[in-house]
């Protein structure tokens, strides 16, 4: 029997939206509300996106968790409590679960189903999809809700075919879990992934080899569980928090210290860092001083601070110092975690720099670099993501005179789009959260919340007027990503090989590809181009409506 669903025998929809996570299914509901005959595809067997995949062991949300919640019901507000002020994967999952069912929202997704490929028709104005259960349906608009890191990347290593043992992707996590008791688990990666597992396997396997390539800075979490009288608060103040939410930079409502790291003396800021760290959160060193991403000799102070803090807590100074990060504090993802660097003060943990003695390749019996073999019953790829444009890549995406998304972007090298939102050549599609949008550098709810009502504006606005078709203009894009890339380069990230360039992916060309304006410069820049009758698109009517 094929896993593959059948649809009902609806073919035809006003909107067909790829992804049953947290941005489609929020599109869903609003498209829905507003009269709209909507289908989602989703891949998987239920609603989740990235938290019905990423299943690791200690898999949590970075971001704390009352921000990290849809906001546009004050019933859901009122009727969930997050237990922890950063919830872990299954606690994410299950109000993923609760919102779908208070919404009724799975009735309008078919899971198991894949779209392999989109094509806009422009006689019809329609996108015609191709599904892998072998059946076409048809939309006015194709929006795509794929994620940033839905396309899990496994590299290459010659041999792997070969390994006797298990082996799982952090980002592809087994629904069963997985059973780490009196094995020899060798884990490769110390992303925001690896560094979330490997204390939580360490205390479970009976070894455990880190093979680690580049060292990270992290900084603790200090979560906790949620007090009844501090969500209390939260509720009460909830619409002025949303609100600071939406205009702030990043999504979460915090702004930096508005002062240079040069204004204060090596004492203060000893001070200031100190006090950042006992408090834990993912910006509260980040956000201690205004130049730390701008400037590289202000970078450099808080960098050294992390580095002692690594000295100060990893027992072996052979190992501390092949833990020690050397690039811009922040310019890879932030990353918080619970007992990190702890655990290589446990006997059972070995960490291996594979900087320093590449990996050759995977044995039937474990892993063999340069100059050792390591000797495995399993292996954790925690490896990350082709991020950005992977999710949107591997589906075949055609527009106008059947060019594809993956040609016009060139790979990846020549992303271009307006406000994220949509690309030259196709017409009537949308991206949520994509590349160009403030996306992965901001509060993902906030700015998923953002572009689907920005979009179920634009879509109801274009049926009221009897408009059929929307494009981005050519020259909308090519000055909005210039802005895109102006504005990094007057930032570090630029200049650290990251997920953020396409750096990670052999073969993949290198480009920034987020907006850093800030997520409340960003709603503001939108919100005019809709106030303008959606300048920088071109509008069609319909032809019924063209001759009248
Ligand atoms: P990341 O952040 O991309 O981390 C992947 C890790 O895997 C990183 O340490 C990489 O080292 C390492 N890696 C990748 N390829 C190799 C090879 N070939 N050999 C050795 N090591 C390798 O992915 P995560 O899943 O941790 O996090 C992704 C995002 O999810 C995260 O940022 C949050 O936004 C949520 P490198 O640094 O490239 O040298």
Same mark, same amino acid.
Request: proline fraction near 4%; hydrophobic fraction near 35%.
């Given at each position: 029997?094929?896993?593959? +669903?059948?649809?009902?025998?609806?073919?035809?929809?006003?909107?067909?939206?790829?992804?049953?996570?947290?941005?489609?299914?929020?599109?869903?509901?609003?498209?829905?509300?507003?009269?709209?005959?909507?289908?989602?595809?989703?891949?998987?067997?239920?609603?989740?996106?990235?938290?019905?995949?990423?299943?690791?062991?200690?898999?949590?949300?970075?971001?704390?968790?009352?921000? $990290?919640?849809?906001?546009?019901?004050?019933?859901?507000?009122?009727?969930?409590?997050?237990?922890?002020?950063?919830?872990?994967?299954?606690?994410?999952?299950?109000?993923?679960?609760?919102?779908?069912?208070?919404?009724?929202?799975?009735?309008?997704?078919?899971?198991?189903?894949?779209?392999?490929?989109? +094509?806009? &028709?422009?006689?019809?104005?329609?996108?015609?999809?191709?599904?892998?259960?072998?059946?076409?349906?048809?939309? +006015?608009?194709?929006?795509?809700?794929?994620?940033? @890191?839905?396309?899990?990347?496994?590299?290459?290593?010659?041999?792997?075919?070969?390994?006797?043992?298990?082996?799982?992707?952090?980002?592809?996590?087994?629904?069963?879990?997985?059973?780490?008791?009196?094995?020899?688990?060798?884990?490769?990666?110390?992303?925001?992934?690896?560094? +979330?597992?490997?204390?939580?396997?360490?205390?479970?396997?009976?070894?455990?080899?880190?093979?680690?390539?580049?060292?990270? $800075?992290?900084?603790?979490?200090?979560?906790?569980?949620?007090? !009844?009288?501090?969500?209390?608060?939260?509720?009460?103040?909830?619409?002025?928090?949303?609100?600071?939410?939406?205009?702030?930079?990043? *999504?979460?409502?915090?702004? !930096?210290?508005?002062?240079?790291?040069?204004?204060?003396?090596?004492?203060?800021?000893?001070?200031?860092?100190?006090?950042?760290?006992?408090?834990?959160?993912?910006?509260?060193?980040?956000?201690?001083?205004?130049?730390?991403?701008?400037?590289?000799?202000?970078?450099?102070?808080?960098?050294?601070?992390?580095?002692?803090?690594?000295?100060?807590?990893?027992?072996?100074?052979?190992?501390?110092? =092949?833990?020690?990060?050397?690039?811009?504090?922040?310019? =890879?993802?932030?990353?918080?975690?619970?007992?990190?660097?702890?655990?290589?003060?446990?006997?059972?943990? @070995?960490?291996?720099?594979?900087?320093?003695?590449?990996?050759?390749?995977?044995?039937?019996?474990?892993?063999?670099?340069?100059?050792?073999?390591?000797?495995? &019953?399993?292996?954790?790829?925690?490896?990350?993501?082709?991020?950005?444009?992977? !999710?949107? %890549?591997?589906?075949?995406?055609?527009?106008?005179?059947?060019?594809?998304?993956?040609?016009?972007?060139? *790979?990846?090298?020549?992303?271009?789009?307006? @406000?994220?939102?949509?690309?030259?050549?196709?017409?009537?599609?949308?991206?949520?959260?994509?590349?160009?949008?403030?996306?992965?550098?901001?509060?993902?709810?906030?700015?998923?919340?953002?572009?689907?009502?920005?979009?179920?504006?634009?879509?109801?606005?274009?049926?009221?007027?009897?408009?059929?078709?929307?494009?981005?203009?050519?020259?909308?894009?090519?000055?909005?990503?210039?802005?895109?890339?102006?504005?990094? &380069?007057?930032?570090?990230?630029?200049?650290?090989?990251?997920?953020?360039?396409?750096?990670?992916?052999?073969?993949?060309?290198?480009?920034?590809?987020?907006?850093?304006?800030?997520?409340?410069?960003?709603?503001?820049?939108?919100?005019?181009?809709?106030?303008?009758?959606?300048?920088? %698109?071109? @509008?069609?009517?319909?032809?019924?409506?063209?001759?009248?």
């Amino acid at each position: 029997m094929s896993s593959i +669903q059948k649809s009902n025998s609806l073919t035809d929809f006003d909107v067909v939206v790829v992804g049953a996570g947290f941005s489609g299914l929020y599109m869903l509901h609003r498209l829905r509300e507003a009269g709209f005959s909507t289908r989602v595809f989703e891949a998987g067997d239920n609603v989740g996106g990235t938290w019905y995949w990423n299943r690791y062991p200690g898999a949590r949300c970075d971001v704390e968790s009352i921000y $990290y919640n849809y906001t546009f019901s004050e019933d859901m507000l009122k009727e969930w409590s997050w237990s922890a002020k950063y919830a872990e994967q299954p606690e994410i999952l299950s109000y993923i679960n609760y919102v779908a069912d208070k919404f009724d929202l799975r009735r309008d997704v078919q899971f198991n189903t894949r779209v392999q490929s989109a +094509q806009f &028709d422009d006689k019809k104005n329609r996108w015609d999809v191709q599904l892998n259960n072998g059946e076409k349906v048809s939309a +006015q608009y194709f929006i795509t809700a794929v994620g940033c @890191l839905s396309a899990s990347n496994v590299p290459k290593f010659k041999g792997l075919e070969n390994f006797k043992g298990e082996w799982h992707h952090t980002g592809h996590w087994p629904h069963e879990g997985v059973d780490f008791q009196g094995k020899r688990v060798g884990i490769i990666g110390t992303g925001s992934s690896g560094i +979330q597992a490997i204390p939580v396997i360490a205390k479970e396997a009976k070894h455990l080899t880190v093979f680690q390539r580049t060292p990270q $800075y992290s900084s603790p979490a200090r979560n906790t569980p949620n007090d !009844p009288e501090y969500l209390k608060n939260i509720r009460k103040n909830y619409w002025e928090i949303r609100t600071k939410m939406r205009h702030s930079i990043t *999504g979460i409502p915090e702004e !930096p210290r508005n002062i240079s790291v040069f204004d204060e003396s090596p004492e203060e800021r000893q001070k200031v860092f100190e006090e950042a760290w006992q408090k834990g959160g993912l910006l509260n060193l980040t956000y201690t001083y205004n130049d730390l991403s701008i400037t590289p000799e202000a970078n450099a102070i808080v960098a050294e601070f992390i580095r002692s803090k690594i000295r100060e807590t990893v027992k072996k100074p052979e190992v501390a110092e =092949k833990l020690l990060p050397r690039f811009f504090y922040g310019t =890879k993802r932030t990353i918080i975690d619970t007992d990190y660097f702890e655990t290589y003060n446990r006997d059972n943990v @070995l960490l291996v720099d594979v900087k320093e003695a590449p990996i050759q390749e995977i044995t039937a019996t474990g892993v063999k670099t340069a100059d050792a073999d390591y000797e495995l &019953d399993m292996i954790v790829f925690a490896t990350g993501f082709d991020a950005m444009t992977g !999710p949107l %890549f591997k589906m075949d995406i055609r527009g106008k005179d059947g060019v594809s998304l993956k040609e016009k972007w060139a *790979g990846g090298s020549h992303t271009r789009t307006y @406000l994220g939102l949509g690309t030259a050549g196709f017409p009537n599609m949308f991206m949520l959260t994509g590349p160009e949008s403030p996306s992965v550098l901001s509060n993902m709810m906030v700015s998923i919340e953002q572009h689907v009502e920005w979009v179920s504006d634009c879509i109801s606005y274009m049926r009221d007027q009897n408009q059929a078709v929307i494009e981005v203009k050519e020259e909308s894009e090519n000055t909005w990503s210039k802005h895109c890339r102006d504005i990094a &380069d007057q930032t570090l990230f630029t200049k650290t090989d990251s997920w953020y360039m396409g750096a990670n992916i052999e073969g993949k060309a290198r480009g920034f590809q987020i907006y850093l304006g800030g997520v409340g410069t960003y709603r503001k820049i939108c919100d005019e181009v809709a106030e303008k009758g959606y300048e920088g %698109f071109i @509008l069609k009517a319909s032809e019924k409506s063209a001759v009248n």
